[in-house]
C-alpha cells in the first residue's frame, strides 16, 4: 500500500473513533441547549475550562505517540513495553494534578467575570467530571499506544459503542425518569464519568487478551519508577501538553469573556466552538497518522521516507481543510438550526460559524505541524509561538476589540470580536509553524 494509503487509513479510522469522542460533546451541547438556555450557558463555561485540563493533560501522554513509533519502526518490542509500564506513572501525576484544577476552578471562575448566577452550576458540573477524569486519561494513553503501533481499529470500535451508551444516559440523566431527577448540565457529566469507567475496563481487558500487544510484552509487573526515563517523557510531553493548554486556553478564556455578553452570547458561542472542535478532528487525525509514520520512519533509520510523509499528511490535510470551510460557510444557517431551537441563538450562531470556517484552516495547518515537530523532538519553539499568538494576538486582541475598541474600531460587544482575532491569530501561526518544520528537518537531514 502506498503512503497515502497507509496514513489515509490510519487518519479515517482515528477520525471515526475522534467523532465518536466529539459527539459526546454534541451530545452534551444539544440536550443542554433543549433543556434551557440557563442550562447551555452553564454547559459552555463548566465544558471550556473541563476541556482546558483534560486536553493539556491529554497532551502530555499523547506526546509519547514518536517515542512509541520510533520503538516500533526499530523492532524493539520489548522496549515498547517498559515505556509504556513506565508511562503510567506520569499518568498518574497527571489525573492528581487534573482533579485537583477541576474540583478547586473559583480563582478562575471570578478572575475572569463569570455571573455569580452561573458559577455554581458550573461547579457543580465541574465536580461531578473530576470523577471521569482518570479514566479519560488512561483511555488516551491506551489510543496513544495503538496509534503509535499503526493499529488504532479497537481504539475506534470503542469509542464507537461508547456513543452508543453515551447518547441515552445523557438523555435519561439531563430530563430525568425512572426514578432520576432530572440534572439538566450536571446530568451530562454524570453520564460522561459512567461511559469512561466502563470503557476503560474494556481497554485494560483487551490488553490482557488481545494478540496485538503479545509481542509487546505489556501485562507485566509494573517495575519501579525509572526517573530518567520519565524524565525523556516529561521534557517532550510537557511542552507538548503546555503548548495544547495554551491553544484550549484560548478557547476557555474566550469562554468566560463572552460569558460577561449573558446568556445568549455564551450559548451561540458554545455552537460554534463546538462545531470548530468538531472540524479540528480531522486535521487532527491527519496529524496523529502522518506523525505516526515520519517517526516510524525515523526509526527505522529511513529519513527520505520520513520527508515523504511530511509531503503526503500536508497535501491530504490542506485539501480537507479547504473542503470543510467551504460546506460550513455555505450552510451555517442549517448548522445554526440544528444545535439550537432558539431563532436568536441560532442566528448569533450562524453569524460566529463564518469566522470558524476561516478560522479552521490555520487550525488545521498548525495541528499538522505541530505533531510532526513532536517527532523530531521539537515542543518548545511551537510553545513560544502559542504565547504569543494565541493568548496575546487571540485573546487579548479579542478582549480590546470586544470591550475597549482596537485601533480605528469601536468596542463591539459582540463574541464575534474573539472569532476575528482568534482567526488572524492562526493565520499567523499558519505563517510561522511550518519555518519552524522546514528548518527542524533541515537540521535533522544535516545531522
Known amino acids: 500500500m502506498s503512503e497515502r494509503g497507509i496514513i489515509a487509513r490510519h487518519a479515517g479510522t482515528v477520525l471515526a473513533g475522534q467523532l465518536a469522542t466529539m459527539a459526546f460533546g454534541v451530545t452534551d451541547t444539544v440536550v443542554a441547549g433543549r433543556y434551557s438556555q440557563e442550562a447551555l450557558a452553564a454547559l459552555s463555561v463548566g465544558a471550556a475550562v473541563y476541556i482546558t485540563v483534560f486536553v493539556a493533560l491529554m497532551g502530555v501522554l499523547q506526546a509519547l505517540l514518536p517515542t512509541w513509533a520510533e520503538l516500533h519502526g526499530a523492532g524493539r518490542n520489548a522496549d515498547v513495553g517498559r515505556s509504556v509500564r513506565q508511562a503510567l506513572y506520569l499518568a498518574v501525576l497527571a489525573a492528581v494534578a487534573g482533579v485537583f484544577g477541576l474540583l478547586f476552578p473559583n480563582a478562575l471562575l471570578q478572575g475572569t467575570g463569570v455571573p455569580a448566577a452561573l458559577q455554581e452550576d458550573v461547579r457543580q458540573y465541574l465536580g461531578v467530571l473530576a470523577l471521569a477524569l482518570p479514566p479519560a486519561l488512561l483511555f488516551r494513553m491506551y489510543s496513544t499506544l495503538n496509534q503509535s503501533l499503526g493499529k488504532p481499529q479497537l481504539v475506534t470500535w470503542l469509542q464507537l459503542a461508547s456513543l452508543a451508551v453515551k447518547v441515552p444516559l445523557t438523555v435519561w440523566f439531563a430530563f430525568g425518569g425512572l426514578g432520576v431527577p432530572a440534572m439538566g448540565a450536571v446530568g451530562c457529566a454524570w453520564a460522561t464519568v459512567v461511559v469512561n469507567y466502563l470503557f476503560l475496563g474494556l481497554a485494560l481487558w483487551l490488553v490482557r487478551t488481545d494478540a496485538l500487544y503479545r509481542p509487546y510484552a505489556i501485562w507485566r509487573p509494573l517495575e519501579p519508577p525509572h526517573w530518567r526515563t520519565i524524565g525523556q517523557f516529561a521534557r517532550l510531553g510537557i511542552p507538548a501538553g503546555l503548548a495544547i493548554m495554551v491553544e484550549v486556553t484560548s478557547f476557555t478564556l474566550m469562554s468566560l469573556f463572552i460569558a460577561r455578553q449573558g446568556t445568549l452570547s455564551a450559548a451561540a458561542h458554545q455552537i460554534a466552538s463546538n462545531l470548530a ?117 487571540g485573546v487579548v486582541g479579542g478582549y480590546q476589540l470586544a470591550y475597549r475598541g482596537l485601533g480605528p474600531w469601536d468596542a463591539q460587544q459582540s463574541p464575534a470580536a474573539f472569532w476575528i482575532a482568534s482567526s488572524f491569530a492562526l493565520a499567523l501561526l499558519a505563517l510561522i509553524l511550518p519555518l519552524i518544520l522546514w528548518r527542524a528537518v533541515r537540521r535533522f537531514r544535516l545531522a
Open 277 to 393: 472542535a468538531v472540524m479540528y478532528m480531522v486535521p487532527l487525525s491527519l496529524a496523529i497518522a502522518t506523525s505516526a509514520r515520519v517517526s516510524f520512519w525515523l526509526g527505522a533509520g529511513d529519513m527520505k521516507k520520513a520527508r515523504g510523509a511530511i509531503r503526503t499528511g500536508f497535501r491530504m490535510g490542506l485539501a480537507m481543510a479547504v473542503l470543510l470551510g467551504c460546506v460550513v460557510l455555505v450552510s451555517r444557517h442549517g448548522i445554526a438550526a440544528l444545535y439550537s431551537a432558539d431563532p436568536q441563538v441560532a442566528g448569533v450562531a450562524a453569524g460566529l460559524l463564518a469566522f470558524v470556517a476561516l478560522y479552521h484552516f490555520g487550525d488545521a495547518v498548525q495541528a499538522l505541524c505541530v505533531f510532526v515537530l513532536r517527532s523530531y523532538r521539537v515542543a518548545v519553539a511551537p510553545l513560544v509561538a502559542y504565547c504569543v499568538l494565541l493568548w496575546g494576538v
